[in-house]
């Protein structure tokens, strides 16, 4: 049924109305009820939102927090767990690098803050902080590097994926040492502070390559005689940036002391 667009009466549908006789005109059929009205379109766009595969990247980064997690909980557990890291923990090796290097160099800037505050110009967050960063991630990449190059020598059956693996691991107990060592030092106490620091950064320079290479059976070359190597190059390395950092502090005080005086 259709309406007369002239008498407005109802008529079957065709080219006449069946009451006036007027010619009707040719109108599509209504394929649904009027009332009914169709969806909205951002209803119909929030649906497609909600359809979406999650970003990628952001699901990497949030398995990679949730790796860490683990790996971290379970070192500061266990430390000698280390020994069972393997390439597939690199990330999580990776982050504690990372994480130790933050640490000590926003704990330096802390302190040399707080050291150097009644001076005329106190060091610069570059200087003592963002530049010391860089240079221990540099230091523990040597470090990783040259414990990889000594495991080839002595034992030859290892990947540079599994060896920064198992040296993140490692750097846990020490990365808590040192950050109860710079609490203690906040408190002003004489000497443990600065030891428990010195020890968590000597130790892995010295300590976790030793516990790396002796985890593999000698294939090559003796192992005393690559881990004196390695602790050769390994302090060579340390000394060259803290004779860096001290030339860059000093310099970066000397400028602020001058400038005080007008220079």
Not at 9 to 29: D, M, V, Y
Not at 107 to 125: E, R
């Amino acid at each position: 049924m259709m309406l007369c667009p002239t008498c407005g009466n109802e008529t079957e549908a065709g080219k006449f109305c069946t009451s006036c006789g007027a010619q009707l005109t040719e109108e599509p059929a209504a394929t649904s009820d009027p009332t009914i009205t169709p969806a909205a379109p951002t209803e119909q766009k929030t649906q497609e939102q909600t359809n979406l595969p999650p970003n990628e990247s952001v699901e990497k980064i949030k398995k990679a927090g949730a790796n860490f997690g683990t790996f971290f909980l379970t070192l500061l557990k266990q430390p000698s767990k280390a020994k069972d890291m393997n390439a597939k923990e690199i990330v999580s090796g990776i982050i504690s690098i990372v994480l130790f290097s933050l640490i000590i160099s926003l704990s330096s800037y802390i302190m040399l803050s707080a050291a150097f505050s009644g001076l005329f110009s106190s060091p610069s967050f570059v200087d003592s902080f963002l530049l010391p960063f860089i240079q221990f991630l540099i230091l523990f990449a040597i470090v990783g590097f040259v414990t990889f190059g000594g495991i080839k020598l002595a034992a030859g059956d290892t990947s540079i994926a599994g060896v920064f693996a198992k040296y993140g691991a490692y750097l846990t107990p020490f990365l808590i040492l040192f950050v109860l060592g710079a609490i203690l030092g906040l408190i002003q106490l004489p000497w443990i502070p600065v030891l428990m620091m010195m020890v968590s950064i000597i130790g892995p320079l010295l300590a976790i390559p030793t516990f790396i290479v002796l985890e593999h059976k000698e294939n090559g070359f003796d192992q005393i005689f690559v881990l004196i190597g390695i602790y050769i190059i390994n302090l060579l390395a340390f000394g060259l940036l803290m004779q860096s950092f001290m030339n860059m502090l000093m310099g970066s005080l000397f400028d602020g002391i001058m400038g005080g005086f007008g220079f």
